[in-house]
């Protein structure tokens, strides 16, 4: 029976201990709080070489071992690969170049995307990404990645595609051609790798050439970061085809002995006459400012009265 | 094993017994694991676009393929390892017994009710991932993926027999232990023979060729890294691995009710 007079006492015993139990919960997470943030702060501080520690497993090991999650762990692999590369350009903060990656010591993206693509051999993000960035790293792992992929995937004419590529930029036409000429008696290939093959014999290094190629690249690359790549790289061409007008009518404006303006301002009259490949027109910003195809101004060096790209704050790669 | 028989439909009363295990199936609230399942692919599917760089369809096949076949042996163990030892242990298999009903009927009920079970359990998880790959952008996929799902299901199957076939003979731990090592040897059992026959050694080679063709073959199942490629099982594939399965699910239960019929439960 309960006793009516001690029940106002119970739930006010209740409640206090809800209280107390809030209290120590509420305690409890700040305190968890503050101490994560103090250990955070105060980790110690790894070696770069940590995180180049080498692969544990090898993928040609592990394959038949992996209860036939292999191509999650391919996936594992890519994300690290992808993590990897991310982090090495975070440290670097913005002081990159495209073309030469080596600075950064991405020693383990070969291993990774070797091993992503010996799990799962049918990985073309994998071949189209180590195709993409390898060569600006390692141009032997670039090939061997991409070679693996066409004995693994012999009707995959973008690998051939991928490989011409890296043969292109190479500067190696002949090798790029026979390359692209492999890949266009595949069934199914488009027209464009014959035409590149022959391209490649006739005008190689030419921009029209660079142009198609990385054309062709954003609009059918797997992986965004080839797109991305392949984007930067368009901008850059069309930057240099609006360097090259911008340079000759700077050298036409001071060729009569008179000083180099102190900005493009006096320049602009005389591009308006001139035509860019494709019919593309020149841009200006909202200061009426030349800008390069990201959307930074030229820079003008008076010294040499030469425009660049603002290497500073333009995305454009640098040559 | 000098049982009476008893008179009426042997389907019927098997059916019945499959309809009651899968009825208690979900009162055990095993289907609670599609909540989590359901959690994780689309965890997935919002936030794999970024991480993979954009190949979220893939891995969401290998992720939820994955999940589907891991989820699908852990039912297929602790469920199956317990649909036999769990009537002994309560007593209840002498109310069964009582009644005109087989033990032969009463494993195969059993074991069909579990499979019934996984059944809906995986066309479930199935729907969910083939609605993620439709989040995702890749209706082909969600449409190529169930042939794997279907040789899922068949792997399952095959657990669960090995299961109850344990479970008719040993403790229920040791029954899971013997049934999950099955379920790790039977993946590995092809790679091993080609390691046996790399070897050199005949005894070695002996044994793990018996190895291969008494343990289930799973890797006649496996075709979750195709699936996530956009390949689709091909017909033999699919025809055999279910003829495979089919025949090794007879032998398991065959076993088990040879075992089960010579039990005491004194």
Redesign the interface.
């Known amino acids: 029976m309960i006793n009516k007079a001690t029940q106002p006492q119970n739930y006010s015993l209740t409640a206090l201990r809800l209280c107390g139990f809030a209290l120590i919960v509420i305690l409890g997470f700040g305190v968890v709080f503050v101490l994560s943030n103090y250990v955070d702060a105060r980790r110690v501080s790894l070696p770069e070489s940590y995180d180049d520690s080498n692969l544990s497993f090898q993928g040609k090991r592990l394959k ?2 992996a ?6 762990l ?2 594992w692999y ?2 690290r690969a ?2 990897y590369m991310g982090e090495k350009i975070i440290k670097a903060d913005g002081n990159i170049n495209i073309e030469d990656l080596s600075s950064l010591n991405p020693r383990l993206l070969y291993p990774m995307l070797d091993n992503a693509t010996d ?2 051999p ?2 073309m ?1 994998a071949y189209s ?1 180590g195709a993409i960035v390898l060569p600006a790293i390692d141009r032997d792992q670039a090939v061997a990645l991409t070679e693996k992929g066409i004995a693994n995937n012999p009707d995959a004419w973008r690998l051939f595609q991928y490989l011409g590529y890296i043969y292109w930029r190479a500067d190696d036409f002949a090798n790029a051609a026979n390359v692209y000429d492999r890949g266009s008696k595949i069934n199914g290939a488009p027209p464009f790798l014959k035409q590149m093959s022959a391209a490649m014999r006739t005008q190689g290094g030419s921009r029209d050439t660079a142009r198609q190629i990385y054309t062709q690249m954003r609009n059918e690359s ?4 080839s797109r991305q790549n392949a984007e930067l790289r368009l901008m850059q061409l069309d930057s240099l085809d609006e360097l090259d007008a911008v340079n000759s009518s700077l050298k036409a404006l001071t060729a009569n002995g008179s000083p180099c303006p102190k900005s493009l301002a006096p320049v602009m009259p005389l591009l308006r006459d001139i035509k860019l490949p494709g019919g593309r027109n020149f841009r200006v910003n909202e200061q009426r400012q030349l800008v390069d195809p990201s959307g930074v101004p030229y820079f003008l060096d008076e010294k040499t009265c030469t425009a660049y790209v603002d290497g500073i704050n333009s995305k454009i790669p640098k040559l | 094993m000098n049982e009476p028989t008893p008179k009426g439909n042997v389907f019927g009363r098997v059916a019945a017994i499959a309809a009651n295990t899968f009825r208690e199936a979900i009162r055990d609230r095993i289907l609670y694991n599609l909540v989590l399942f359901v959690l994780l692919i689309t965890a997935c599917a919002v936030l794999l676009g970024d ?5 979220e369809a ?2 969401i ?3 939820g393929l ?1 999940a589907m ?1 891991l989820f699908g042996v852990f039912i297929s163990i602790f469920v199956g390892v317990g649909l036999v030892s769990k009537e002994i242990e309560k007593r209840t298999v002498y109310a069964i017994f009582s009644k005109p009903v087989r033990r032969a009927e009463f494993v195969v009920g059993k074991y069909l009710g579990l499979c019934l079970t996984l059944l809906v359990n995986t066309f479930v998880m199935g729907v969910g991932v083939s609605a993620a790959l439709l989040y995702a952008g890749d209706a082909t996929l969600s449409f190529s993926i169930w042939g794997a799902i279907f040789l899922i299901f068949l792997e399952l199957a095959i657990v669960t027999a090995v299961a109850v076939m344990f479970s008719t003979f040993s403790s229920t731990s040791l029954s899971a232990l013997f049934t999950f090592l099955v379920f ?1 040897i039977g ?2 059992s ?2 091993l023979r ?1 390691l046996g026959a790399t070897l050199g050694s005949a005894a070695t080679k002996l044994l793990l060729d018996a190895i291969y063709y008494l343990l289930p073959n ?2 006649l199942f ?1 075709f ?3 699936a ?2 956009g ?1 689709v099982p091909n017909a033999p594939m699919l025809a055999g691995g279910f003829g495979y399965a089919a025949a090794y699910i007879v032998v398991v239960i065959t076993i088990a009710v040879a075992i089960f019929s010579r039990r005491n439960f004194k």
């Not at chain 1, 209860?67 to 999650?72: A, F, P, T, V």
């Not at chain 2, 991480?51 to 190949?55: N, R």
């Open positions: 038949g071992f209860l036939g999650g292999e191509g999650l391919a996936d890519w994300m992808l993590q799990l799962d049918k990985f993000a990404y797997e992986d965004q970061q | 991480l993979t760089d954009g190949q893939r891995t096949v290998n992720i994955g076949l790790v993946n590995l092809s790679s080609d799973f890797s496996t979750r890294t195709e996530a490629n390949l």
